[in-house]
């Protein structure tokens, strides 16, 4: 018997019908009833992003994600992990017993030398936590009394595909689904005219060519695709082909629509395939994205205070700034997971000069969204988090002079940090040595990572599973990962 | 024995004497009354005498060792006071009824045995509510007399012991020691009451222990005085709690030898802490520690918790597809929804809210109504959702007249006022919610006074400065438990001052140095000529450590290397050391600058001389 075969035998119509609200079959009773907009109708909706049952596994902290991704890899040791004695070893080599066989990139791997590259910018503490923060990031330095900086993430893979694959898949390899597809697959969202799950890949200042981002970054792997992430353009309309062509009005669409969800049933119950519930269930949400979009995205009635939050790059479209209120705004309106992937950290060279103009995107938003999310109660239901992939390397690549330098992939440790429901703000988690190189105390693997970012939400990441080719599939993997309770409040 | 001592000693009759003052006052007015319906005013007059001359006596000596057993304290302040003033009125009445007696004043006597006995009633209450606490005679009365003496009713003992079985969500002191200390423990180490000056109610009171020191070492069982105590064999005077009290089950004792050796956590769930098999299932027992009486820190729920979930859920799926809301279960064990009536916008009204708190009210625990359409009446419906932990009424329509309607909400720990028509008015009310931590009033009308005085309302409260003093002195024990240690400067750091190479001769090609070629080698700033010689030390250090370690400690005012000839090669005459010169990498001597000089225009014309003399 085919795979395909038995997983028909195995869905029932009831379970089919059960399974979703918007399923092919709900949509058409209804509309047989009643042919105006469903909305409009008041009849009685079953939910768009139901949770699965037996979710929450206990009390969420959190309701919502905002994942910040700084994708290439921001420089830990410029920005967050000050190291105030390597300014004596300028030019230093690196130690053999500090390096202790770490592997390089072919991007170094045939330097000569590796010599140390202290940061040529300014550390100061802030706020009553004092934490040091560089002068790269004023903005979010005097927020810091909310964040959770971990200073002693760290990973195993060492280039950016693989790296950032693992980090929101939870595998080097692909095809698993990310870490907002299983949060929307487990716990559903609140709204039912948003997705549950926003992606949004803003523009970045620095150089022009970045790292290329992968829709496997947000994709739902094995899981059914409707809880994949929804990207949202940055130029031009936010989401493709949203707006009814001309000559075509919301009831045609509406009649369309049915008519498409009926043949696509039928064709359901001949195959079993469930892309075809997916697809589906995209239509339908496509139908009501065209309102809610909109609504979305008409920043018409934000006063002029919240968006000098965010810097005066918040109205133009396709910023950064513009991101995190758009992220604010799914949120408010009942969104579960929002991710921003912001590119071209890295700096493998003229890093004073693109760490800078980096910094500059994202800075003054981040504050923004804090105090933003903070002022309206949302900060203490929302878990925000913020990192790349990996970290960047003590040890200078290419020319290192007083006023230049760059760095290269170090994945053995770097710096994220968590804000928001249930995370204890004000705290540093973890050391590092002096080098920057090696974890002292209190690692974190981004497994772990995953596991707190789980466990903020509700969800026990050992219970979260999907069968798939015969395993229980989760978001950690098979090895062991724990919840960091160091940080949690 | 010091006066001290005799004084505790004799303090602790008290109880006994007490008895025998209001023995003889019942058995006067008996008496009397015997008189009144049999009267032999002769007979009982001179029954009274006696009975008189022993009352006196025994009073004072009873107020006497009162006072003796109230000296060193640790008993309830206000409920000291009546009782003591209660007394001293019955002693001066004894000895007015004795002046009366005397003086043959039997009207005057009835009278003040009227008041004596009177006053004993009280008198003895206070001084059994010091002892046993506030609600000894109430504790078990039947609920008709409670509610008629205005007592609330303690949550029901189911209630109390729904600790979450969840390992994750089990604080292990919260839920499993507290409650030991609850049961056994607190009615004489309480905040009624705190003998030997030692409170277990709470977890900052368990580090700053009493009289006798700490009550526990923290990771030392053995150590730790309370263990010690509750492990004496029962008969010990020492053994706790005393005899007569009910005794915890070995256990329960083996549950605190655990904790204790732990660490003694206080903010550790039982998923973080590594537990045998037994102590697990001690700890998730349902019914573990279901304590008599409701803890004495936070003011218990008027309201039982709700049915299970279960017995819902099927009016969730429907009145969630009904009012367009999402309403979903908070955790799989407990009886809580978390509601977002907030995605419906405008079109959710109070009559939808009504619908809601009717079907779903007693297990709603989050419920979100930003932007939702409901006004001040509806806000009345709230009143059936006693168990809301966080409520968000932002850019509602509500005004101060609503907020009223949140007085029933005692469990409410975040409330969400942004946006709204909120004044200053309506801000006072709110002091009143005894749980809330968090409140939001961005873009509301609330002055900063009356932010203010709100806070002030709700932090001055006496639990909060004896708490405040706690822990001060809890950081004074730990200022007196820390070590410092002098050891004297730490050596000099090895490391020259940065970038002054340690050499001024390459130690590869012996010639001078050029200051921008370096190398850290061994914590060390080395020099070289050029970057060839650097590249050629770098792959053989070791064939040039011995040379660097000549060139890197020179004699004072030298070059670092001794040259290596003693007559100049120019004159002959001796070569004076400070007069050098490197040449094809070696350092030569000369006598004077002129054959220095001399030297360096014609090098070749003394290279044979160099080489002889070598």
């Known amino acids: 018997m085919t795979p395909l075969q038995e997983f028909t035998l195995r869905m029932t119509r009831r379970a089919f019908f059960k399974s979703t609200g918007l399923a092919a079959g709900r949509i058409a009773l209804a509309t047989l009833m009643l042919p105006e907009l469903l909305r409009a109708s008041g009849k009685p909706q079953p939910r768009a992003h139901p949770a699965l049952p037996g979710l929450p ?125 299983w949060i929307s ?93 997916t697809r589906i269930a995209q239509y339908e949400m496509a139908f009501r994205l065209q309102s809610s979009i909109p609504e979305l995205t008409d920043l018409g009635n934000e006063p002029q205070a919240v968006l000098d939050l965010y810097g005066p790059e918040v109205t133009v479209p396709g910023t950064f700034a513009a991101s995190c209120l758009l992220a604010r705004r799914l949120v408010e309106r009942g969104v579960r997971v929002v991710q921003i992937l912001h590119r071209e950290w890295d700096t493998h060279e003229n890093l004073p000069r693109d760490l800078s103009l980096q910094c500059r995107d994202i800075d003054r938003a981040c504050r923004g969204l804090i105090l933003d999310l903070k002022q309206r109660g949302l900060l203490e239901e929302t878990l925000v988090v913020w990192g790349g992939e990996f970290g960047r390397t003590v040890y200078c690549q290419g020319e290192l002079t007083r006023t230049n330098y760059g760095r290269d992939h170090h994945p053995r440790c770097f710096t994220m940090w968590m804000a928001g429901g249930g995370v204890r703000g004000g705290i540093v988690y973890g050391e590092t040595d002096d080098f920057s190189y090696n974890i002292v105390r209190d690692p974190v693997h981004i497994r772990d990572l995953n596991a707190t970012i789980l466990y903020c939400m509700g969800i026990d990441h050992k219970r979260l599973t999907y069968r798939f080719q015969g395993l229980d599939q989760r978001l950690t993997g098979t090895e062991e990962a724990r919840v960091i309770q160091g940080i949690l409040s | 024995m010091t006066a001290a001592d005799w004084a505790l000693f004799l303090g602790r009759f008290h109880p006994l004497l007490v008895h025998l003052p209001i023995g003889l006052v019942i058995g006067l007015v008996f008496l009397e009354l015997v008189a009144v319906f049999r009267p032999r005013r002769a007979v009982v007059r001179a029954a009274s005498g006696p009975l008189l001359a022993l009352l006196v006596p025994t009073t004072l000596a009873a107020a006497v060792s009162g006072w003796l057993l109230a000296t060193p304290g640790g008993y309830d302040e206000a409920l000291l006071r009546n009782h ?56 078990y009365a039947p609920p008709w007399m409670k509610h008629w003496l205005g007592l609330r009713q303690p949550a029901p003992a189911t209630a109390q012991s729904t600790a979450p079985i969840d390992p994750t969500a089990f604080d292990v002191y919260q839920h ?48 730790s005085l309370l263990l010690q105590r509750m492990r004496l064999p029962l008969d010990h005077d020492d053994h706790m709690p005393p005899e007569g009290k009910p005794q915890p089950e070995p256990a329960d004792l083996a549950l605190l030898e655990w904790w204790i050796l732990a660490g003694a956590p206080t903010n550790r769930t039982l998923a973080e802490l590594e537990a045998p098999e037994a102590i697990r299932t001690r700890l998730l027992r349902p019914s573990a520690f279901a304590p008599p009486q409701s803890p004495s820190q936070e003011p218990s729920s008027a309201h039982p918790s709700p049915p299970p979930l279960e017995t819902v859920l099927p009016k969730v799926e429907t009145l969630s597809a009904t009012l367009a809301i999402s309403i979903a279960p908070l955790t799989p064990t407990e009886p809580w929804l978390q509601v977002n009536a907030a995605v419906a916008g405008t079109r959710f009204t109070d009559a939808h809210l009504a619908r809601l708190a009717d079907e779903l009210g007693p297990h709603i625990r989050w419920l979100d109504l930003s932007g939702t359409g409901i006004t001040d009446a509806g806000l009345l419906h709230l009143a059936a959702m006693p168990h809301l932990e966080r409520l968000q009424l932002d850019r509602t329509a509500i005004t101060d007249t609503g907020l009223a309607a949140l007085r029933p909400l ?57 708490w405040e003093q706690e822990l001060a002195q809890l950081q004074t024990r730990l200022e007196r438990a820390r070590l410092i240690v002098e050891t004297g400067a730490p050596p000099a750091d090895p490391l020259p001052s940065p970038g002054v190479p340690i050499n001024t001769i390459c130690p ?29 030390f770098q792959q053989e250090p070791a064939r040039y450590r011995a040379r660097l370690a000549q060139l890197a400690n020179p004699p004072p005012g030298r070059l670092g290397v001794q040259p290596a000839n003693t007559q100049c090669p120019v004159s002959g005459q001796p070569a004076d050391p400070n007069i050098t010169l490197v040449h094809a990498g070696q350092l030569i001597a000369f006598c004077c600058s002129d054959c220095r000089e001399q030297f360096r225009t014609r090098p070749d014309r003394y290279r044979q001389a160099v080489s002889q003399t070598q």
């Open chain 2, 84 to 139: 003591r003033i209660t007394g001293l009125v019955i002693a001066a009445l004894t000895g007015l009824m004795a002046a009366a007696h005397v003086l043959r004043r039997s009207g005057l006597y009835r009278f003040f045995l009227a008041l004596c006995f009177v006053a004993l009633l009280p008198a003895s209450h206070y001084g059994g509510s010091l002892t046993h606490g506030r609600d000894y005679i109430t504790r």
């Open chain 1, 185 to 277: 697959y487990g716990l559903g969202s609140e709204s039912d005219n948003l997705p549950a799950f926003v992606v949004m890949t803003p523009r970045w200042s620095s150089k022009r060519d970045a790292q290329a981002l992968y829709q496997r970054l947000w994709g739902s792997g094995f899981l059914p695709a409707r809880y994949q992430g929804v990207p949202l353009r940055s130029i031009g309309d936010p989401v493709l082909f949203l707006n009814n062509p001309a000559g075509v009005d919301s009831t045609a669409r509406r009649a369309m629509l049915d008519g498409l969800a009926r043949l696509n049933q039928i064709a359901f119950e001949r195959s079993g395939d469930p892309e075809i519930q």
């Open chain 2, 176 to 223: 499993g020691i507290q409650p030991f200390f609850d049961r056994y423990c607190v009615s004489c180490h309480g905040a009624e009451k705190a003998r030997a000056g030692l409170r277990l109610d709470h977890a900052a009171a368990l580090w700053a222990g009493g009289d006798s020191g700490p009550a526990l070492v923290p990771g030392q069982p053995a150590a």
């Open chain 2, 508 to 536: 590869v090609s012996d010639k001078l140095v050029n200051l921008a070629v370096t190398l850290w080698h061994e914590n060390q700033l080395v020099a070289f000529c050029c970057t060839n010689c650097r590249a050629q």
């Open chain 1, 57 to 181: 596994h206990f009390k969420p902290r959190a309701r919502h994600l905002i994942y910040l991704f700084m994708n290439g890899a921001p420089s830990q040791i410029d920005l967050w992990d000050y190291k105030p004695r390597l300014q004596e070893m300028y030019d230093a080599d690196l130690p053999d017993s500090v390096r202790q066989g770490q592997r390089l990139t072919t991007m170094t791997s045939g330097q000569k030398r590796f010599p140390i590259a202290p940061s040529i910018f300014k550390f100061a503490q802030h706020g009553q936590s004092g934490i040091w923060v560089s002068e790269l990031l004023p903005y979010t330095a005097q927020v810091v009394d909310e964040l959770a900086v971990i200073k002693t993430a760290h990973t195993e893979a060492i280039n950016h595909d693989p790296a950032a694959t693992y980090l929101l898949t939870g595998s080097q390899i692909p095809g698993r689904p990310s870490l907002g597809a």
């Open chain 2, 410 to 466: 005692t469990e409410l720990e975040s409330l969400n006022l942004y946006g709204t028509g909120i004044t200053d008015a309506g801000l006072s009310m709110l002091a009143e919610l005894p749980r809330l931590r968090r409140l939001y009033l961005w873009q509301t009308r609330v002055g900063p006074e009356a932010v203010h005085a709100l806070i002030n309302a709700r932090t001055r409260r006496p639990e909060i400065a004896a």
